[in-house]
Structures are given as C-alpha cells and as structure tokens.
Nanobody
Framework: QVQLVESGGGLVQPGGSLRLSCLAS????????MRWYRQAPGKERELVAS????????NYADSVKGRFTISRDNAKNTVTLQMNSLKPEDTAVYYC???????????WGQGTQVTVSS
C-alpha cells in the first residue's frame, strides 16, 4: 500500500527552525520526484519545494528560498524539509507529495502542522 507519513511539525517562535520528515512506503521511492506543499487556513495549497530522483536538483518557492532546504535519502525512503528563520507566514499544514504516473494521480501524506508564533 502506497503511503507517505510526515512528522516533525510543531510550535516554534519566529526565527526558529524545524525539520520535517516524510517516510515513504509501498512504491519505488528512488524513481519519483518528491515535493513538499503547504496549506495555510483559508488559502490554496502551494508548492514549497521539490527534489529530483537523485537529489541533484531542487526547486523552491520564492517565499522560502534561502531559508528552507529539501533533501532525500533513497536508502531510507525519506525526504526532509529543513526550515530555518521561520516566519509567522510559514504557519500551515505541510504535506509530502509525489505524482503517481501509472495511477495518474497525486499521492499525499496526512500532513503535519507547523505553527510559527511568539
């Protein structure tokens, strides 16, 4: 069964850091581009970062460039989002994602809440 499980969210003060992890199972992790999305209350879900199958190339939303880093460990079937210099506007539910080509649909984790507040 295809599954993505996020962890690492929580409450942090502005300027702080959090590290999100996503553990994948049920598919060949090393074959897919992985992405992190987020959705704030009342807003649409937005792409935060993506990473290619080998990890050689990454891409970031302008709002997080220079503060967030996406990485992956294909041996451990995990993708990680290191978030530094967090701002209140980073508050959202963060989702791990990949697009399943054969099924022609997006696969999502359950999400993890990140709250940046003093």
């Amino acid at each position: 069964q295809v599954q993505l499980v996020e962890s690492g969210g929580g409450l942090v003060q502005p300027g702080g850091s959090l590290r999100l992890s996503c553990l994948a199972s049920g598919f060949t992790f090393s074959n897919v581009v992985m992405r992190w999305y987020r959705q704030a209350p009342g807003k649409e879900r937005e792409l935060v970062a993506s990473i290619t199958t080998t990890g050689d190339f990454t891409n970031y939303a302008d709002s997080v460039k220079g503060r967030f880093t996406i990485s992956r460990d294909n041996a451990k079937n995990t993708v990680t989002l290191q978030m530094n210099s967090l701002k209140p506007e980073d508050t959202a539910v963060y989702y791990c994602n990949f697009y399943a080509t054969v099924a022609a649909r997006n696969i999502w984790g359950q999400g993890t809440q990140v709250t940046v507040s003093s």
